[in-house]
């Protein structure tokens, strides 16, 4: 089993190259693993967002400030989406922890502004879900 960073970190490549190449979720999960065993979460995150990526995007989107999601790097998206579904879905995985997850994958994959402006948006959004 990885831990948790780790299949969170696979499963932003994993998603990220769904988004670029519309691999199917098994294929990018597999082209990621580079030949590892798998891992629960790692699956249960790509698959997840994935399968709601309509209702994620949409989330992004009316909590996205003078932004549009067309206008966002890609990396900060796929961040984004990947903690919208913990935020959205993933009962088991408290807020902040969603939330301080993804600003330690931007500080590796995005830079320090994309930290920024993502911890902005993601806070909107657990704020969004828990007075709902």
């Known amino acids: 089993m990885m831990k948790r960073r780790t299949a969170r970190e696979?499963?932003?490549?994993?998603?990220f190259q769904i988004?670029?190449?519309?691999?199917?979720?098994?294929?990018?999960?597999?082209?990621?693993?580079?030949g590892?065993?798998?891992?629960?979460?790692?699956?249960?995150?790509v698959k997840g967002t994935a399968a709601h990526l309509a209702e994620i995007d949409g989330m992004i989107s009316r909590?996205?400030?003078h932004w549009t999601l067309d206008r966002l790097a890609k990396v900060d998206l796929n961040i984004l989406r990947l903690a919208a579904y913990e935020l959205m879905y993933a009962e088991d995985v408290p807020a902040n922890v969603a939330i301080n997850e993804a600003l330690e994958i931007s500080k590796r994959f995005a830079d320090e502004k994309s930290a920024?402006?993502?911890?902005?948006?993601?806070?909107n959004m657990?704020?969004?879900i828990q007075s709902s």
């Open 116 to 123: 920024k402006f993502i911890n902005g948006v993601l806070n």
């Open 19 to 34: 988004d670029m190449n519309k691999e199917a979720p098994e294929e990018a999960v597999r082209n990621v693993l580079n």
């Open 36 to 45: 590892q065993e798998s891992d629960e979460y790692l699956e249960k995150l």
């Open 10 to 15: 696979k499963a932003l490549q994993a998603i």
């Open 126 to 128: 657990k704020n969004t």
């Open 63 to 65: 909590h996205l400030e």
